[in-house]
């Protein structure tokens, strides 16, 4: 791996998984050789999105689908979708949009960073609920009633982040919500595997769900995609993409793009500096077939070796070692140390700082450190990265 030393930057050994300050997940060769073969072509973006389109209502059970610069970028032009339609003034004007419904109402104990990308289209977030349980202060979770109060003639959408213990359930809130008419966008970045969330988020009435496309799908660091309702894709791939032509001579393939809503072609929209290439975009459905397909499923035996591996080389060091595996068939398996940090002498937090100060630069999960605890994900371990790590480790517990 010479060509980062090139530039004068050091490669690390990512035990921490597909996340994006690492440069995100592994792209399988499939994927790099796409890509490759896309770079040599020029094709008509709207084409190729179109394209893409079918391809993501295919695997997502959708009417249509959109490859965007990023989960966030989907939750930009989501929202963008929502708040303008078909509406060319109101496209226009976008990321300001006092004179027109501009509300998404979101569970107070669902806010996060990432939500920085629905307000950046010029939606403003209306918090429902209460964070009761991290409080310590209650027991109770957001209600769908706590929803509904809180719509209004300023109401544009909901705003929606997915897990498997997202409260109130789905189903329950896009009942509420269609009730209303209001549309339900669904931040889904992260919830792969399982792949049946490809497809079940959208089963249960979600308008608009985002997903990553450089997470466990293995595509580019950079993609990630929107599905969901045709008439607000459409608007959201028209706030995309670049605009720069003559309305006679604009051709959308028109079961993406519904040419006779517009009144004429917008010009280039919010989303245009969040634009995706032809490459990215090939790689993006040439992973989401992989992954689909369960290509990625073999791996999980290899990894739990690997972590067995480190398990054992650490036997008699002052930590409690545990694999963690869904048995799901789908997910890597993950490896907790526990740490004694009296008996080692240092802390969680001070052994990840050496770790990555070390040669090479080793970053394992950072997400239990206040609790005493290393993780390691093995997406990106191979037997040498493995070895290299479960020495460093060993070192810095047993000296
Ligand atoms: C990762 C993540 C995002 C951002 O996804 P990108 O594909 O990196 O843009 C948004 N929301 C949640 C909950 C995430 O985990």
Not at 52 to 69: N, Q
Not at 168 to 179: I, K, S, T
Not at 298 to 304: D, G, P
Request: aromatic share 6%; charged share 25%.
């Amino acid at each position: 791996m010479k060509i980062y030393q090139e530039f004068g930057v050091t490669p690390i050994i990512n035990a921490s998984g597909a996340v994006t300050r690492l440069g995100g997940a592994p792209m399988p060769d499939e994927v790099l050789t796409a890509f490759n073969e896309a770079a040599r072509a020029s094709v008509p973006l709207e084409q190729l999105q179109a394209a893409a389109s079918k391809a993501i209502a295919e695997a997502t059970g959708t009417e249509a689908g959109l490859v965007t610069a990023g989960a966030a970028s989907a939750l930009t032009l989501g929202a963008a979708a929502i708040l303008t339609g078909y509406d060319l003034s109101k496209m226009e004007r976008l990321p300001h949009c006092d004179d027109f419904p501009n509300e998404f109402v979101i569970a107070r104990e669902q806010r996060s960073g990432y939500d920085h990308a629905v307000r950046a289209a010029g939606a403003r977030l209306v918090e429902v609920g209460f964070n009761e349980i991290v409080a310590n202060a209650g027991v109770r979770r957001t209600e769908a009633w706590e929803y509904e109060a809180a719509f209004g003639p300023n109401t544009a959408g909901v705003l929606y982040v997915y897990s498997s213990n997202s409260r109130p359930p789905l189903e329950e809130l896009v009942n509420v919500a269609h009730r209303h008419e209001l549309p339900v966008l669904v931040d889904a970045a992260g919830e792969l595997p399982p792949r049946n969330n490809l497809k079940s988020i959208a089963a249960m009435g979600a308008d608009l769900v985002a997903f990553s496309g450089g997470k466990a799908i293995r595509g580019p660091q950079s993609t990630g995609m929107l599905c969901g309702r045709r008439d607000l894709i459409g608007p959201a791939a028209v706030q995309l993409l670049d605009m720069d032509d003559h309305p006679e001579l604009w051709q959308p393939p028109s079961e993406f793009i519904d040419k006779t809503k517009l009144g004429g072609i917008p010009r280039h929209g919010i989303g245009r500096g969040f634009k995706v290439s032809k490459e990215e975009i090939i790689a993006l459905l040439v992973a989401l077939r992989l992954f689909t397909s369960g290509a990625y499923d073999k791996e999980s035996n290899r990894a739990r070796n690997r972590l067995e591996r480190i398990v054992k080389k650490l036997n008699g060091c002052p930590a409690q070692c545990r694999i963690f595996d869904k048995g799901d068939g789908e997910s890597l398996p993950l490896l907790e140390i526990a740490i004694d940090e009296s008996a080692v002498g240092r802390t969680a937090m001070e052994i990840c700082g050496n770790l990555r100060r070390g040669n090479p630069p080793i970053y394992v999960s950072h997400g239990a450190l206040r609790e005493g605890k290393l993780r390691v994900n093995p997406l990106h371990l191979d037997d040498d990265s493995t070895d290299i790590l479960a020495e460093r480790i060993l070192h810095e517990l047993c000296g």
